[in-house]
């Protein structure tokens, strides 16, 4: 299979690059050869899309599957794919489950409502440029796309740092804040996962809409946690705290406690969404033990979390161990 791919040197296109190669697909890479490097054997392509003839690279190319992660203005993703509409078999777009319309209520499938978006537009927030993003694929490329919802995605390679956040504080031991219950549900997807899956859909030319993540409840808050102590062989004693209380403390969920978002918060519908259909379509998901131990491997091994590659850095991730202690203390 003759695979491009839109970026290729971020978390979710570089593990589809890796899957790829594993695979022994022809790769080619299309990105501005600013970030990142690409396995022995891939074809780079170099050219900003969103200048002037910033697709002027993909001329003459002809590809089997095309898999762009594109979370910048539609119209971009739309020029993108009017370039490429004769020379790709199969477009898959990665989306968001962000572009759901009401993010509070649990059980969001494929025909759940979305943003209001544009796929000729410029600029707007980031549920409404994923959400013109995939209009402007599906305007295009017709059932010769395939849209993949992607939730909270995991694994080695993560350049936001929830996970990696969460192996650093438990390294150094202690004490640590844990948002309860510790039976809370969570929904994610490994990045390995994601990626093998795209590609094999891509190859058997699905041509549909895709929530893209693990099934739900795949873990809880308390086995995750746990599984971080096991893997960093950490003398850490987990305090788990009822939500009530961090609340008032002003701790943030998502941000402040990654990964953690509790029972009626507006967005916990995005970690309890209805897979159904991925899952008929073939999408497996390992462990939760695989997935903790295999990225505090790669943690260890790079140091620190990587620069997200040719995007804007996101705010910080993480409590300020001040604030951590003082809720520790009352």
């Known amino acids: ?33 600013l970030h990142g490097a690409v396995p022995s054997g891939v074809h780079r392509l170099r050219g900003d899309r969103t200048a002037p003839d910033g697709l002027a ?13 594109w979370d910048g203005a539609p119209r971009v993703a739309r020029d993108a794919a009017r370039a490429l509409v004769d020379a790709v078999g199969h477009y898959v777009y990665v989306s968001s489950g962000s572009v759901y319309a009401d993010q509070a209520t649990t059980g969001l499938h494929e025909e759940s409502p979305v943003v209001d978006a544009d796929p000729g537009s410029v600029d707007g927030d980031y549920p409404q440029l994923k959400a013109g993003a995939e209009r402007a694929v599906r305007e295009v490329f017709g059932q010769r796309a395939l849209v993949a919802r992607a939730g909270l995605i ?5 350049d936001i740092g929830r996970l990696p956040w969460w192996l650093r504080r438990i390294e150094r031991a202690g004490d640590v804040l844990a948002p309860g ?9 490994d990045v390995r996962d994601l990626a093998g899956w795209l590609l094999a859909a891509g ?25 971080c102590v096991a893997a960093t062989g950490a003398d850490a004693r987990l305090r788990w705290t009822d939500p009530a209380s961090l ?22 519908g995005l970690l309890e969404q209805d897979v159904t259909r991925a899952l008929t379509a073939g999408l497996t998901c390992r462990s939760v033990t695989e997935t903790v131990e295999d990225t505090w491997r790669w943690l ?15 705010s910080s991730i993480g409590l300020d161990p001040t604030v951590e202690a003082a809720v520790l203390a009352a």
């Not at 971020?10 to 589809?16: M, Q």
């Not at 690279?57 to 992660?69: H, K, P, Q, R, S």
């Not at 943030?252 to 029972?263: A, E, K, N, T, V």
């Open 1 to 33: 299979m003759r695979l491009l791919v839109l970026g290729g040197t971020g978390f979710v296109g570089g593990a589809t690059v890796t899957e790829a190669v594993r695979r022994g697909w022809s790769v080619t890479v299309f990105n501005r050869g």
């Open 154 to 158: 995991l694994g080695p390679g993560e």
């Open 203 to 227: 190859a058997r030319r699905l041509g549909d809409t895709f929530n893209a993540i693990g099934r739900p409840a795949q873990t809880t808050m308390g086995e995750l946690l746990g599984v």
């Open 300 to 314: 260890r091994e790079v140091g620190a979390v990587p620069p997200r590659a040719g995007r804007p850095q996101r």
């Open 57 to 69: 690279a993909l001329a003459g190319g002809e590809w089997d599957v095309a898999v762009d992660t």
């Open 247 to 268: 609340l008032a403390a002003g701790v943030q969920p998502w941000s402040d406690l990654p990964i953690w978002m509790p029972r009626g918060h507006p967005h916990r």
């Open 181 to 189: 219950p510790a039976d809370l549900p969570v929904q994610y997807v």
